[in-house]
């Protein structure tokens, strides 16, 4: 597994080695020993979520907030999505700076957001089965949604020229 730190200090994209021959392929998509010695910490995850989204869906910017703060692993099984992690953390050099990457069920890559980070993305293929991995349980109470659009943040989702579809939820979004 390829670890590579991103423009954000603790965010890595990780690649996996992939072996493939005419059956198929076999790859290692996660192993605690090899994850825990590159972010020099001991991570545990607690839960694993998948969504199913459709072509232009935008999901985020969602976190959770302390004492449920969550790490995220994430993967594409399926499809194509532009993934975002956002550093929310206020006293950090890079606060509101944000990293994207695109992950697919193809390239096999995955995202490390660690907690204090918000997390959005959007599908660009037909449909996305999107996988993570989380260090905490999910508590609705301590749940946030930052308005994805927010100017302070400024991420540019147009560039994609996708028909945005988004939840109620994630409409009503807060700003920074």
């Known amino acids: 597994m390829?670890?590579?730190?991103?423009?954000?200090?603790?965010?890595?994209?990780?690649?996996?080695?992939?072996?493939?021959?005419?059956?198929?392929?076999?790859m290692e998509s996660y192993?605690?020993?090899?994850?825990n010695k590159h972010l020099g910490e001991k991570i545990r995850f607690v839960q694993d979520n998948i969504s199913f989204s459709k072509k232009g869906v935008l999901r985020g910017i969602h976190l959770q907030t302390d004492p449920f703060a969550q790490g995220k692993l994430v993967r594409v099984e399926e499809g194509k999505i532009?993934?975002?992690?956002?550093?929310?953390?206020?006293?950090?050099?890079?606060?509101l700076k944000w990293v994207g990457e695109t992950l697919s069920g193809e390239n096999l890559k995955q995202l490390w957001i660690?907690?204090?980070?918000?997390?959005?993305?959007?599908?660009?293929?037909?449909?996305?089965?999107?996988?993570?991995?989380?260090?905490?349980?999910?508590?609705?109470?301590?749940?946030?949604?930052?308005?994805?659009?927010?100017?302070?943040?400024?991420?540019?989702?147009?560039?994609?020229?996708?028909?945005?579809?988004?939840?109620?939820k994630d409409k009503k979004g807060e700003l920074i």
């Open 2 to 26: 390829k670890f590579t730190n991103l423009e954000i200090n603790d965010v890595f994209l990780l690649e996996p080695v992939k072996y493939s021959d005419e059956r198929g392929y076999f």
């Open 31 to 35: 192993n605690q020993r090899t994850f």
């Open 82 to 95: 532009f993934d975002v992690a956002i550093d929310l953390r206020k006293d950090s050099k890079t606060y």
């Open 114 to 168: 660690p907690e204090g980070f918000g997390h959005a993305f959007l599908t660009l293929s037909q449909s996305a089965k999107v996988c993570y991995k989380t260090t905490n349980f999910y508590k609705k109470d301590s749940e946030k949604t930052i308005l994805f659009s927010d100017p302070k943040i400024n991420i540019d989702w147009e560039k994609f020229d996708l028909d945005i579809i988004t939840s109620d």
